[in-house]
């Protein structure tokens, strides 16, 4: 297996193994990878959906995500698409996944299906080199707090995707989310201290208004997507990224409009947020 970083705070690539018939031991060295940088984008993979499922059951449980279509035939694999027609993609923000959950899934396997001639990237941002930019003084104030997160303001009717041309193919806009974190957590394997709040799913912190919170939250978010915390993952067919929700933020971009890009996600179930 040979890596090479991304970039300099988050991101690997990863070359010389198949995933369908990968050892225990080189899965434990990509598990390795994953949790140290973040995001691994494995190249020249040749993973049918069945592998995928079977990959993913070895690195761990499914969480089946409850919004997003699935592929037919496959419920585990969740269908990130965006048709020639269409305006608006999945995940055009920068999130993390899940952070609604009370249990927020560990990370996701993307793999690239269906690619536009050029654009589509997704671009990833690590919540380690985030938090160390920070001052004492303020790393000291946000290790006191924790967050409160939800998806209602995004998928429920009336939320962001029912104003979009994606509403149709959306499911679960009955459910109601919330969850609330810490806001600096430990990474349960690297131990190190991570940002845990995100653009997408973060509604304020808790005993604070969501105008009292605002501002604070703008702040980490400018800082957390600075594009020096950021790696590019450019997709080629055969492409396969891992990431790691607890230690990157990511979004996917929408610069392909004409074209289709299809992308089957398996989400991974998590482990209890710790601070
Ligand atoms: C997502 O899981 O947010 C989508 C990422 C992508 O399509 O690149």
């Given at each position: 297996m040979h890596q090479s970083p991304l970039a300099e705070h988050v991101g690997v690539e990863i070359t010389g193994v198949q995933m369908s018939s990968l050892e225990d031991e080189a899965l434990d060295a990509l598990k390795q990878?994953?949790?140290?940088?973040?995001?691994?984008?494995?190249?020249?993979?040749?993973?049918?959906?069945?592998?995928?499922?079977?990959?993913?059951?070895?690195?761990?449980?499914?969480?089946v995500n409850p919004f997003f279509p699935t592929n037919s035939g496959w419920p585990e694999i969740a269908e990130v698409r965006k048709a020639e027609t269409q305006r608006v993609n999945i995940g055009g923000g920068w999130h993390t996944d899940h952070s609604y959950d009370e249990i927020p899934a560990m990370g996701s396997i993307l793999v690239a299906r269906e690619l536009p001639p050029s654009g589509g990237d997704t671009l990833f941002s690590s919540a380690?080199?985030?938090?160390?930019?920070?001052?004492?003084?303020?790393?000291?104030?946000?290790?006191?707090?924790?967050a409160v997160h939800s998806a209602d303001h995004i998928y429920q009717p009336g939320g962001f995707y029912s104003k979009t041309d994606q509403a149709e193919e959306l499911t679960g806009q009955e459910l109601s989310t919330r969850a609330v974190?810490?806001?600096?957590?430990?990474?349960?394997?690297?131990?190190?201290?991570?940002?845990?709040?995100?653009?997408?799913?973060?509604?304020?912190?808790?005993?604070?208004?969501?105008?009292?919170?605002?501002?604070?939250?703008?702040?980490?978010?400018?800082?957390?997507?600075?594009?020096?915390?950021?790696?590019?993952?450019q997709w080629q067919p055969g492409s396969v990224?891992?990431?790691?929700?607890?230690?990157?933020?990511?979004?996917?971009?929408?610069?392909?409009?004409?074209?289709?890009?299809?992308?089957?996600?398996?989400t991974l179930t998590g482990d209890p947020i710790a601070a």
């Open positions: 990878a994953v949790y140290q940088n973040g995001v691994a984008v494995l190249r020249d993979q040749e993973l049918s959906p069945e592998q995928h499922i079977a990959f993913a059951k070895r690195w761990g449980g499914i969480d380690g080199a985030a938090y160390d930019s920070l001052s004492d003084g303020l790393k000291q104030t946000l290790d006191t707090l924790r974190h810490p806001v600096v957590i430990r990474h349960p394997v690297t131990g190190r201290k991570l940002l845990y709040v995100n653009p997408g799913f973060t509604l304020h912190f808790e005993g604070w208004s969501r105008e009292e919170s605002l501002p604070l939250l703008a702040y980490l978010y400018e800082v957390a997507s600075r594009e020096e915390f950021q790696c590019r993952v990224a891992i990431w790691d929700n607890r230690a990157t933020w990511h979004l996917a971009l929408n610069d392909y409009h004409g074209h289709r890009r299809v992308m089957h996600r398996i």
